[in-house]
């Protein structure tokens, strides 16, 4: 008899909960617009259901918890509880808590619940030829709620589907990645007759939520051929589904039986057959059949108008096919009556469709009518009033596809006619028996039967193979999934445990009453209704019912069972049948439910077979290795053994185990020592004496002296003796005299089969052996081992057990043995070989010595620790064959027991990474085959020391430089987690900020009562580092501080009344706000992508801040009392929205939702949203922005929110040609437009915006519509009328700079526009001349003349020259042309230089840099040459006095020399932008030096003019902020400070807004990104850094006149990420890391090498091949250009952080900047005298490793023992060596060798003895990894250490050789050691490697031994010892 554990009383959570749910509550929604009359007879028919199926009130279903989302080790169950219209999902363990996940409560009743698991495909689906219903995508799990006519699934991930059906539900069933949809069926519909249509199916498919339900078809092979049809058959009814393999079993009610089918997907071909065959009456329906009449519901009509869902599948794409509201199969031809288009949508409707979008309805169930055509497709007709009554169909497209197929694998044989039909089975299930068969059991409640077929997979795992029907007597059944069991509830109501169709035991639950069938003794039953305290499984019984006495009563209350194993006769000996029982339901792991009859249920639970891993392996192996009839019995009589009520009592797992073992085998165990010595443990344990009365209150030594006479203290004595090494003699018992000699019963089931058995539990053996942790285990297994061994007579076994386990030596049996020599002929032998001894050990030391060792057999899913070891050794030693190849050799895998024969495949073995990762050293190889086999440091751990030692220093050599193509799993096996952060990062998925360091807000300053200044969220670990001497942060942000008020510091004169004083004040403030007013476009830059906002909050823009405080009392200033311009801060407003919006990262979570979330409220677009879509649009977020959002923003006519709009649309479509974004922005360009369209009326500034917009669109893509478009737009004549009349000039600009986007560096390429003439026209437009006649549409645009501007014949340069003159350049970037070089240089005559503008001398001197682009020179030689002789002479060159040339004009020569100087520094400056190139830093500095020199000069500035002067100051600035982009330099800061410090009077006349925004750019540059970013040198940055920083800046806040200041935020698009911050892996902090940089070579350097410190920013990745972290403190780290450049691209995509890991002998340079504490450690190393005195302080003082740290102060801390003190100095020195040498992880390994001699004098464990001799195997072999390697690489383990070990070690067996030579003697000769220290002679016999007293008297048999014949048989002992040898054994005969 088999007892339940852990039985409760069971109520569903769900029951308990529901009673304090608040269930259904309607919403009064008042605000109606008014109640259509036909909606509540709608509402009132919607949900009749046509068949009157009478549903249980409550049902649910359990199911196990997924393990990565438990957090519990065992895991918990989940409950799916459904009652009326309420869902609850709740989830609890055993005895656990319980807690709701989830409650759902519906419209309408549930009729179902359960979970599904759906798969969104990554790509689109292409139809499968095997038909596996396995797909590649994101796994989406959840809760799915049946209704009748729609289901909603609710997706753990947050996400809701609602799908509205056609049809009534009659059932729903979980099959693989989705659910099969049983529709209800009318009785009319199943009498009548069937046809193959597709709207006659009675079960479809869905593979997704968003996806349309498919009818499924059914495959049946006949014997005409294959037969495909749709599942129209109303007979049929699906009775059960499966999972895993993809089954469904299927009644058919007509004929009565059952049968199994596959579910797979449809193939292309079923598909095309079956939708083929349709029947062509179908399409022609009776003309004139009312639609009403053909429904029993026409609310069939209306059934799902509230039920809205998103139904366009995302992964599927059906021609024609428009939006619909639910799975759209056929939707009527018309559309909704007007009656009742106001109906309320559902509360589940998605957030994707608005109500608004409904437009079609369902049709009626497919159960209608016969030619309904229900599941056909038609395109919606948009009409109003047709009637839905009396309307026939007349277009019909295909029908769907089918996605799913049934293919029918069996069917059950027929009944006999006699018997009549068996019915349709109540309950099916999957079931495995104990040696994994499986079965598919379906009960037949009728006949009380359950019927199992088992089933397996084919070979080729193509089909599945059914067998015969086993029929089980029962009233219910259930698997145990946990541990492949079956319980069954026979006909009389008694509960037995089957293991597959063979019966085990009967099944005792302790909370049932046994005996009589009476009621009476079950507990009253709990009301539904009453409250009950706990969770799921909680008993209701008091915590004392529970105690020991309970359990003991209840015990008492058993049968007697025979315990004799193979009597089972007393299964069905019961007293009188029980009936109390009503069923079995809810099976989860191990845990079940039992239903009484009174409505009652407990819950009951299974106990495992095994607790003990040693028990649990040779279960497996036993399995494995006898036949499958054999092993089932053989385990349930251990399961039911170890299970019985009474428990395993005072004995161990072990004993019960070798017990029934040993009896299954035949052997009488209670003659045999080895279980009467457990026997006698047992019976006289004093914990089962009975006491006797206590006879006085005295004490008394009676019960002393019993205890010590007792044979159970001889036992105890015996134990702890040899436990302690005592010399322990052991006088034979006088075993008791039997009348008869004990023998085997050559009966028992496992007879035959022991040296089967014997096989499997020495491969355990073996395995357990490699498990340090599972030494106990063996200790307990080896004693079967050696009593089969014995009985099987293999001495050389049992020779090995006893050098292992000295003990066994002593406890020989003088009993003989119960196998007798004729029993051994009668024995099964395995195909193992019994000739040599199975030990891994041998194994290896014979590999290691170069020997032919052969194949190591194991048992797979048993041996796992013996597969991964050997192969890796085979690897090792066979390293010139491939990895399959050396592992084949020295590995065979033990065919189980039975096998059919063919070949013998193991998948895990079948991939290897030699494969996919090339790689030449035998160390890597073995590093990626660890990885493969899934070993971790864990698992190297719990090997023995001495085989793991070659994996520990595989790892080690690989450890320093590994390859950098590696998979990420090796780097975490070889310690090198840097790099596996390295690797993670590419496969993450980072949709936020990496959170796994979050930045430190930026601390609070005085001001902190203001508002945010925007600038809060800069990484501050980063900026300390790289900035840590100064405050250089700090200033950069009060320089580009706009949201505090300004200080208005006056003193009032005397003479200046107060309202003069408060003007005065206000102008005052008038001149700062024109400076706060530009600062937003240099915090922008300063901010850009620092922060990460949460989708759930608005971004925080900062307030642009235009008031004073006047102290001493803070009094506001504001500007009340004087003139300024209007809408003067419209524009900086905009640039805020910018800053604010720039601010977001590139990997934030942004979508439309959010972004229209940001709206302002009041729904009026202001000029701040404008620019902070315009900043979405440059970081790419505004792609996500719907195109219905963007037409709404655009039509509201705001001409803010309009330019930044289209601006972001072009930077996110940059260079992509989009349609869409094209289209819009034409829209916006008159030229764009078909000539006949309607003209609109767009302000200029959008004009100016959307020709850009075109430009950035078509980047580089050298489109000729466009250029052609372009190239005609920078000369546009103003008109017709009073069009096109104001800030031309920024309209050609922006014209000219599109084009040059368009064509840059494309001159010298004929790609169809050399007609144009394009380089002709430019040089038109920029030198000026007669107009050319217009082309095209442009000639009937500009028919009529301007009403304003008279421009006459000639080109007006003024407008056009800007853009032509930079397009030109741009148009022949790179290209060294000579002829534009010359058309673009400076003149060099005083009536040339009269003809062009000075300030378009520095355009054209930008244009001719881009040209000759390669001979741009950072030296102020090459600006000199650009400037021409003229020039140089004369500018700044007036005198005073007569001599005066008149005919120089000396102010133009001077406002030319400034511009070109200007022009040559910008051009410096783009080419060299980001570099911070010293000499261009240099030549700029001296330039702008030269600049204020000039400005200093009174009569210099009147010369040239402030203005020019102005602006050629501020062009070199941002050129030199441009070079040092992102380098944070102090003097360029210095220089910006001085310059923004220029307010008020005299400055307010030439320090303009534009030069305020000009040094406010430049601040930014510096500190660009918060210190992470810098500018690009690409070719399109260049032209995108010309439009951002075009040298003319505007007058006033609200100057667009020359460049529209929108333009100025383009920056962001040549800017890259290039900021590396080193990270330590291990404490997470930042840290200082050494940088070496490999340039690429050149023409100009070749071999250049750059050093630093990182956090650094890098040089442009184009410029470099190598960058690498140089040691010593941390591990290197090398990036190559042709091997891991993507890691270094996507880490500095990825916020630059760069995992390092600390050496851990080193500190890091925050603790030791100049490294002196490491140059201690360093002197030490190089001294080795020094290393038996180191103290823990030295240790301590270089490294941080809190291990080390701990180890060196509680156990170095030494006493004046001098003992102590020797072992403590030994100690220091490993510790010592190991940290200084890199391999702290070999300190326990040098411990634990140390421990093997010293622990005590007198054991020597034999593992430890073997290990040490495995290690120096090792060592002296020749695969030495550092014979292989680097010979000057150090080794793991010291050799030395090792040497002293070894010598100790032979000093002592030496000694008790010379002492114990009889001993040897005895041994060699006979083998049988009585009396004697077995202990020592182990480890002498192992080490030294004795041979067997068998091999040696095989030798020595001819002629008596000789010294030549022991010397050869023994070489490896001294001659010395082998002369003793030889002495004693003369002696002896």
Known sequence: ??????????????????????????????????????????????????????????????????????????????????????????????????????????????????????????????????????????????????????????????????????????????????????????????????????????????????????????????????????????????????????????????LGIHSAWRIQKAKIDDCSLVCGTLDNSLYHPVPGTPLHNQSSSSSRFFGNVSSQTPSISPLRNFSGRLSSPGPGLLHLPQPISPVITNVAASRSQSPAVPSSSFHRFHSPSPSLGRHSGNYFRTPPVCSNNVSLINESFTEWVEPLRPELCFEHMWTEPAPAIRDGSLGKSSKVFKMKDLCGQQYLCYL???????????????????????????????????????????????????????????????????????????????????????????????????????????????????????????????????????????????????????????????????????????????LQSLKHMLPRDVAITVLGKWYVARNSPGGLGNQSEWTQFTKTLLGLMGYDTSR??????????????????????????????????????????????????????????????????????????????????????????????????????????????????????????????????????????????EEPSQIKEEHLTKLQYPGIFFDTVLSVDRWVNLALKEGECGQFPYIPGVCNLIKSLISLYAVLVKQSMTTEQAVDRCLKKLAPAGHRGGPISDLSLSRSFSVTVPTNSVQERMVLIMTDLGMTLEDLECLPIGLSLPLREAIFHCRYNPPSDWPEEPYVLIGRQDLAQLLSMGKRKIVSSPRTHVSKPYPRTEGSQYEEDGMEHLDQELLQLRFSEDLRVSEARRLLQSSRPARIALTQRPEVSDHDFIEEQERHLYNICIRTMALPVGRGLFTLCTYHPLPTEPLPIPKLCLQGRAPPRNATVDLTHIDTPANMNSWPQFHNGVAAGLRMADFSQIDSTWILYNKPKGNELTNEYAGFLMALGLNEHLIHLHSLNVHDYLSKGSEMTTVGLLLGLAAAKRGTMDFATTRILSIHVAAFLPPTSTELNVPHNVQVAAILGIGLVYQGTAHRHTSEVLLSEIGRPPGPELDNCTDRESYSLAAGLALGLVMFGKGNEVIGTSDLGMADTLCHYMTGGHKRPLIGSNKERYKAPSYQIREGDNI?????????????????????????????????TQFMLDQVRPDFLMLRTISRGLVSWDYVVPSFEWIKSLIPQILQEKAFERKQGEGDDIMVDYETMSQSYCNVVAGGCLVIGLKFAGTANQMAFGTLMKSIKLALTIMSSQSHVEQTGRGVLENCMVTILLSLAMVMAGSGNLEVLRLCRMLRSRIGPPHNIFVTYGSHMAISMAVGLLFIGGGRYSLSTTPEAIGIMLCAFFPKFPFHSNDNRYHLQAFRHLYVLATEPRVVLPRDVDSGEPCYVPLEITFKDTEDYTGEVFKTSAPTLLPQLDKIKEVKILGPRYWPITFQIDKNWNTLQLLLKRNGVLFVKQRAGYLSYVLDPKGYRSVLAKSLTSDHSSHTSVQPDVIK???????????ADYFLMGKDDCQRNRTLQKLSSILYSCVTQEKPEVISTHLTLDQVLNQSDFSLSHPGIQQLKNIFAYYYSPFNLRNLGNKSATQLLQMEFLLALKSQLEDKLDKWQEANMEAIVKYLQTNDIKQCNVVMLSAYIAWYDIPTPEEISKIIVEGGPTLPGLCSILPQLPVKTVMQILTAWQAAV
């Open 672 to 813: 045999l020592a080895l279980t009467i010595q457990d026997d006698v443990d047992i019976s006289i344990s004093p914990s089962i004496v009975a006491k006797k009365p206590k006879q006085s209150d005295q004490g008394s030594e009676d019960d002393w002296e019993t205890l010590i006479g007792s044979d159970h203290h001889k036992l105890m004595k015996s134990s702890i003796e040899s436990c302690l090494g005592f010399r322990c003699f052991i006088t034979p018992e006088q075993a008791c005299k039997h009348s008869f000699p004990a023998s085997i019963n050559t009966s028992s089931i496992l007879f035959m089969h022991i040296p089967a058995v014997f096989a499997a539990l020495q491969l355990t053996f073996e395995e357990l052996q490699l498990n340090k942790t599972l030494s106990k285990e063996v200790e307990s297994l080896v004693p079967i081992l050696y009593q089969i061994a014995m009985d099987l007579r293999r001495t050389n076994y049992v020779d090995y057990y006893c050098r292992k386990f000295p003990s066994l030596f002593n406890s020989r049996s």
């Open 444 to 618: 037949i409640t009728y006949r009380q039967q359950l019927r199992c077929v088992k089933f397996e997979e084919s070979n080729d795992l193509s089909q599945l193979i059914f067998g015969t029907v086993s029929v089980i007597p029962a009233k219910d059944a259930l698997p145990i999934e946990g541990l492949n069991l079956l319980v069954i509830l026979d006909p009389n109501g008694v509960l037995f445990i089957y293991s597959g169709v063979t019966k085990l035991n009967r099944l005792h639950v302790s909370t049932l009453p046994l005996g009589s069938g009476s009621l009476s003794m079950l507990k009253p039953v709990t009301p539904m209704t009453s409250p009950q305290r706990g969770g799921i499984f909680t008993s209701s019984r008091p915590p004392s019912a529970m105690d020991q006495a309970g359990f003991d009563e209840e015990i008492t209350r058993l049968s007697p069972v025979q315990t004799d194993l193979e009597d089972s006769s007393h299964f069905d000996e019961f007293p009188t049948p029980t009936s109390y029982i009503q069923g079995l339901r809810d099976n989860v792991g191990t845990r079940f439910t039992i239903e009484l009859i009174n409505g009652s249920m407990c819950r009951a639970m299974l106990p495992q077979a095994s607790l003990s891993p040693g028990i649990e392996k040779s």
């Open 1741 to 1751: 003082a270089f490294t941080t490793d809190p291990v080390i740290s701990s180890m």
């Open 1 to 254: 008899m088999i007892s339940a554990c852990e039985t409760q009383e069971f109520i569903p959570f769900g029951r308990r909960y529901i009673e304090k749910h608040p269930g259904i509550f309607q919403l009064q929604v008042q605000n109606h617009i008014s109640t259509e009359n036909g909606v509540p007879l709608v509402k009132s028919l919607r949900d009749i259901s046509i068949t009157d199926s009478k549903k249980p009130k409550e049902q649910w279903s359990f199911k196990r918890q997924n393990k990565s989302t438990s957090n519990e080790e065992e895991g918990c169950d989940e409950e799916l509880y459904v009652n009326g219209n309420t869902v609850i999902w709740s989830n609890g363990g055993q005895g656990g808590t319980q807690q709701v996940l989830k409650t759902f409560t519906m419209d309408t009743p549930v009729l179902q619940a359960l979970w599904f698991d759906f798969i969104l495909p990554t790509t689109e689906t292409v139809p499968d030829v095997s038909g596996s219903l396995d797909i590649e995508g994101e796994l989406q799990t959840g809760v799915c709620v049946v209704e009748l006519g729609s289901v909603s699934c609710f997706c753990q991930s947050g996400k809701e589907y609602s799908m509205a059906l056609p049809f009534q539900i009659a059932s729903v069933w979980k099959m693989k990645n989705g659910l099969l949809f049983e529709r209800a069926v009318s009785a009319a519909e199943s009498n009548s007759s069937k046809r193959n249509f597709p709207n006659q199916t009675t079960v479809f498919s869905m593979l997704h939520c968003l996806d349309e339900v498919a009818p499924v078809i059914m495959r049946t092979n006949t014997s005409s051929g294959v037969k495909v049809s749709y599942m129209t058959d109303t007979s049929l009814h699906i009775v059960y589904t499966s999972v895993e393999p993809s089954l469904a079993l299927i009644y058919d009610s007509q």
């Open 1356 to 1388: 007006n340069v003024d407008v056009t020259s800007p853009g032509a003159t930079l397009a030109l350049g741009m148009l022949y970037f790179r290209t060294n042309n000579s002829a534009v070089i010359d058309w673009l240089r400076v003149p060099d």
